[in-house]
Each structure stands twice: as C-alpha cells, then as structure tokens.
C-alpha cells in the first residue's frame, strides 16, 4: 500500500560526503514527519534526522552541523546530505515516515536500508 525505497549509499573516504534520497509512494493522503535512523554493528537504532510537515526539523548531536535533512514535497521524497563523514558514521540508515493513508488512519512506515560505509 505505502512503500518507502532508499537509495545513496555507498562506500566513501573518510571527510567525504553522501546524499541519501528516500521515495515514498503509494496511497497517501498526508505525510506528518520523514525521518532517518541507523544502526551499526553491536549497537542499538538511532534516530539522526527528523523533518516535519511543516518543516520543523531535528538532529542528533553528533549529526548537527555536518548533516543536513531536507525534502521535496511533490516527490513526497526526503534527503540528507552528510558530509565530513568519519567512521563513527558507518551504519545501515533507514528511512523513516508516519504516513496516513485515506482511511485516515496515519501508520509508520520504515525503509529497506542503506549500507553507508567510511573507509580509506
């Protein structure tokens, strides 16, 4: 019915940068916040990014000032550009949506995963 699909990641060096993309599609009525999670080996799923309908937006600590979250509405799309990326950020990202469809009843709505890897 809803389905978010993930693209972006990648191996990267050490101070480079990615663009994460995340499509959602489907029966949509509204959209109420698009967000990005990760998990890396041994540890538990962390929020890192969260943008609202309204355009509010949030980060985790270690996120604010190097990642920035942003979205396009007519593609129903959102985005995180992350750069200065050090090894503490490899982890599978996943994207994140709480979706109402037109039974008006809003659902959460995860991602497949992306593997986003910094290495040299």
């Known amino acids: 019915q809803v389905q978010l699909v993930e693209s972006g990641g990648g191996l990267v060096q050490p101070g480079g940068s990615l663009r994460l993309s995340c499509a959602a599609s489907?029966?949509?009525?509204?959209?109420?916040?698009m967000g990005w999670y990760r998990q890396a080996p041994g540890k538990q799923r962390e929020l890192v990014a969260v943008?609202?309908?309204?355009?509010?937006?949030n980060y985790t600590v270690s996120a604010k000032g190097r990642f920035t979250i942003s979205r396009d509405m007519a593609k129903n799309t959102v985005y995180l550009q992350m750069n200065s990326l050090g090894s503490e950020d490899t982890a599978v990202y996943y994207c994140?949506?709480?979706?109402?469809?037109?039974?008006?009843?809003?659902?959460?709505?995860w991602g497949q995963g992306t593997q986003v890897t910094v290495s040299a």
């Open positions: 943008i609202s309908n309204g355009g509010m937006t």
């Open positions: 489907g029966s949509i009525f509204s959209i109420a916040s």
């Open positions: 994140n949506a709480l979706i109402s469809d037109y039974t008006f009843r809003p659902s959460t709505y």
